[in-house]
Nanobody, 115 residues
Framework: QVQLVESGGGLVQPGGSLRLSCAAS????????MSWYRQAPGNERELVGT???????YYADSMKGRSTISRNNAENSVYLQMNNLKPEDTAVYYC?????????WGQGTQVIVPS
């Protein structure tokens, strides 16, 4: 019954911006820490950033200064705003919900930034 659905991916030119969304159902959303991860072809899945249930945000070094994670508990949604996109940002982006030892993953959305 738990479901996380990402949306908003697509092709963006270098230097452009993109806003990803993740809508959750089947959980008490406000109690969960929400994270964004990404996985490029041939690479391991890596953390992009996190927003905790209390609203604190943390970002990977590669994203600091050009990304913003936000959440709207009333809409059970978390967002990832990315600016100044680079070809190395090309990846499938996933959202994750976590509370204690419970973890749920979305199916991912593709972001392509051509060289």
């Amino acid at each position: 019954q738990v479901q996380l659905v990402e949306s908003g991916g697509g092709l963006v030119q270098p230097g452009g911006s993109l806003r990803l969304s993740c809508a959750a159902s089947g959980i008490i959303f406000s109690l969960y820490d929400m994270s964004w991860y990404r996985q490029a072809p041939g690479n391991e899945r890596e953390l992009v950033g996190t927003i905790t249930s209390g609203g604190n945000t943390y970002y990977a070094d590669s994203m600091k200064g050009r990304s913003t994670i936000s959440r709207n508990n009333a809409e059970n949604s978390v967002y990832l705003q990315m600016n100044n996109l680079k070809p190395e940002d090309t990846a499938v982006y996933y959202c994750k919900a976590g509370k204690g030892w419970n973890t749920y993953w979305g199916q991912g959305t593709q972001v392509i930034v051509p060289s």
